[in-house]
C-alpha cells in the first residue's frame, strides 16, 4: 500500500520525536511492502519563525489532502508572549476544526514493565490497568466565544461553552463502537448537577445507552471522576467526555502510567483522515537534548496504522516491539526511576531498538 502522511514536526522535542515515528514506520514500510510518502509542513512556533502565522492556509491544505497527519508537539517559552489569536496552539484548534477531528481517543496503559515508574505504584494500582478516554475535541469551552470587556469598573472575562445534541451524539457513539471493541463498559463524564450543556450532554448519553443496551452505562461527576482516576483506575473501560474536561482528566490519567512520553492518541474524523500525536507538550526543559521519550509518538504512529490504514497487523507489531523493548530493560530517562538494572538510552537510540525488534 502506498500512503501520504503529512508532517507536523513542531516545536520542542517535537523534531526530536517524530523522525523516530518516522523511522519505525519506514521498517514497518520495509517490512511488509509499504510505502509511506511524506510531506513536511510547518507548524506552530517553527511556522511562525518562518511565516508569521502558527499555521498557513497552504499547509492546512495539505493537512486536508493527505492520508493521515503525524504530529509532534508545539509551542515553548518563545512564543509565550506573543497575541493570543497568533500563539502556536492556535494552530492545532485550526487544524483540529478544518479537518473535522472530533473525536480524541487517548488510551491510557499501565505498561507492567514500568510500574516502578508510576507515583502511584504503592497505592492498590493494577499491573493491568488499560482505560480509553474518548474527548470531544471541537466543541465545548475551547470552541465558543472567548470575551474580555469592562464592565461596572473592571475587567471582566467570559468562555462560551456550547454543545448541539448532534456533536454530543456523535462522540457518544465512537464510545459506544469503542467499549464494544474493548470491555464493554462506559462512564459518561459531565458536570450537569452545575451546568446546563452536561445536562443536555447527559440527556443525548442516555438515549444512546438504550439503543446499545449490551453496554454497562454509568453518569459520573467530574470532579468525582478526578478522584475515583487516582483512587481506582481499574474501575474504568471507555471514559467519554467534553473537550475540557478530556483534557484535563487524560493529563491526569497520564501518570498513571509512569510517564506523560509514553502516551499516544488519535484524532479522528468521520472519514479515514485522522492526526496522531503523543498527547504530551514540546517538552522545551529537554529539547535539542536527545533524551525525550519518543514512545508516545512511535505508539501514536502505531494507532495511524490501525485507525486511518487499517492496517491491524502493523500496528501490532509496533505495539508488541515497544513491549519487547521494554522488557529488556531499555528506559528513558524519564522512565528509569531508580532501577539499577535499567540501561538508560537517547530518543535516537530508543527508536532503534524499537527497529530492531520489528526486523
Ligand atoms: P509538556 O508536556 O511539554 O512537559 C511537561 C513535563 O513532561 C516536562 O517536564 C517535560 O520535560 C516532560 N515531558 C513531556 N514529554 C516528554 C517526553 N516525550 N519525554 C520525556 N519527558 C517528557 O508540558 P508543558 O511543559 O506544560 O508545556 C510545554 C509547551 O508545550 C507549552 O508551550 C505548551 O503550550 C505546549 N503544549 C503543546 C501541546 C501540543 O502540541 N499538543 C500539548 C501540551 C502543551
Not at 209 to 225: G, M, R, W
Not at 258 to 269: D, F, N, R, Y
Not at 273 to 297: C, K, R, V, W
Request: glycine share 8%.
Amino acid at each position: 500500500m502506498n500512503k501520504k502522511i503529512t508532517v507536523l514536526k513542531g516545536d520542542g522535542i517535537g523534531p526530536e520525536i517524530v523522525d523516530e515515528a518516522l523511522k519505525v514506520l519506514d521498517k514497518i514500510g520495509e517490512k511488509y511492502g509499504h510505502s509511506f510518502e511524506k510531506d513536511y509542513v510547518d507548524i506552530g512556533g517553527a511556522s511562525i519563525d518562518k511565516f508569521g502565522v502558527p499555521i498557513t492556509d497552504e499547509g492546512l491544505e495539505r493537512c486536508k489532502n493527505c492520508d493521515s497527519v503525524l504530529l509532534g508537539a508545539v509551542g515553548g517559552p518563545k512564543w509565550d508572549t506573543i497575541d493570543p489569536l497568533k500563539r502556536p496552539e492556535k494552530a492545532l484548534l485550526k487544524v483540529r476544526a478544518e479537518l473535522g477531528l472530533f473525536a480524541n481517543l487517548r488510551p491510557t496503559k499501565m505498561f507492567p514493565q514500568l510500574k516502578s515508574a508510576s507515583p502511584l505504584k504503592d497505592t492498590g494500582i493494577k499491573d493491568g490497568l488499560d482505560l480509553m478516554i474518548v474527548r470531544e475535541l471541537t466543541g465545548g469551552i475551547y470552541f465558543g466565544e472567548h470575551k474580555t470587556f469592562e464592565q461596572d469598573g473592571e475587567t471582566v472575562a467570559t468562555d462560551l461553552m456550547l454543545y448541539s445534541e448532534h456533536e454530543i451524539e456523535r462522540i457518544g457513539r465512537v464510545a459506544f463502537e469503542t467499549a464494544r471493541k474493548r470491555g464493554s463498559k462506559v462512564h459518561s463524564v459531565d458536570k450537569a448537577n452545575v451546568l446546563d450543556s452536561s445536562k443536555l450532554w447527559r440527556k443525548v448519553m442516555h438515549k444512546l445507552a438504550e439503543e446499545y443496551s449490551d453496554v454497562e452505562y454509568s453518569d459520573i461527576l467530574v470532579d468525582n471522576t478526578a478522584m475515583q482516576l487516582v483512587r481506582n483506575p481499574g474501575q474504568f473501560d471507555v471514559i467519554v467526555t467534553e473537550n475540557m474536561f478530556g483534557d484535563i482528566l487524560s493529563d491526569e490519567a497520564s501518570m498513571l502510567t509512569g510517564s506523560i512520553g509514553m502516551m499516544p492518541s488519535a484524532s479522528l474524523s468521520s472519514t479515514t483522515l485522522g492526526m496522531y500525536e503523543p498527547i504530551h507538550g514540546s517538552a522545551p526543559d529537554i529539547a535539542g537534548q536527545n533524551i525525550a521519550n519518543p514512545l508516545g509518538t512511535i505508539l501514536s504512529a502505531a494507532m495511524m496504522l490501525r485507525y486511518s490504514f487499517d492496517m491491524i497487523e502493523e500496528a501490532n507489531d509496533i505495539e508488541k516491539a515497544v513491549n519487547t523493548v521494554l522488557d529488556k530493560g531499555y528506559r528513558t530517562v524519564d522512565i528509569a526511576g531508580k532501577d539499577e538494572n535499567v540501561t538508560k538510552v537517547s530518543c535516537s537510540e530508543m527508536g532503534d531498538l524499537v527497529c530492531r525488534e520489528i526486523q
